[in-house]
């Protein structure tokens, strides 16, 4: 699985960003796809996550009420819709799709991941 993310960019306090992520292969119902961020010096977080054709979703709590995951079957293609963006939220932005069950919050249980793209949100 090849992951394509795009949709960062520079973006005022209060604004809003939609992230994409389009997937080349299969992606089976029941897999995660999910979003992590890091920021500068930072660890790299997780941010969202949606079970593949199933339709749970799972949010950071820093994030709970501002972002939406969503996806496009057709498409092979999740979203995330950040809206009420502050700068605490600047950081590259990572897809990563999980394929095993073993878990939804750690980086090191996704196997795929694509390049990041940066969101940047100015005070």
């Known amino acids: 699985v090849q992951l394509q993310a795009s949709g960062g960019g520079l973006v005022q306090a209060g604004g809003s960003l939609r992230l994409s992520c389009t997937a080349s292969?299969?992606?089976?119902?029941?897999?995660?796809m999910g979003w992590f961020r890091q920021g500068p010096g930072k660890e790299r977080f997780f941010v969202a996550a949606?079970?593949?054709?199933?339709?749970?979703?799972y949010y950071a709590d820093s994030v709970k009420g501002r972002f939406t995951i969503s996806e496009d079957n057709a498409k092979n293609t999740v979203y995330l819709q950040m809206d009420r963006l502050n700068p605490e939220d600047t950081a590259v932005y990572y897809c990563?799709?999980?394929?095993?069950?073993?878990?939804?919050?750690?980086?090191?249980?996704?196997?795929?991941w694509g390049h990041g793209t940066l969101v940047t949100v100015s005070s």
């Open positions: 990563a799709v999980e394929s095993t069950g073993r878990g939804i919050y750690v980086p090191g249980e996704y196997g795929f």
């Open positions: 292969g299969r992606i089976f119902r029941g897999y995660l």
């Open positions: 949606i079970r593949w054709s199933v339709g749970s979703t």
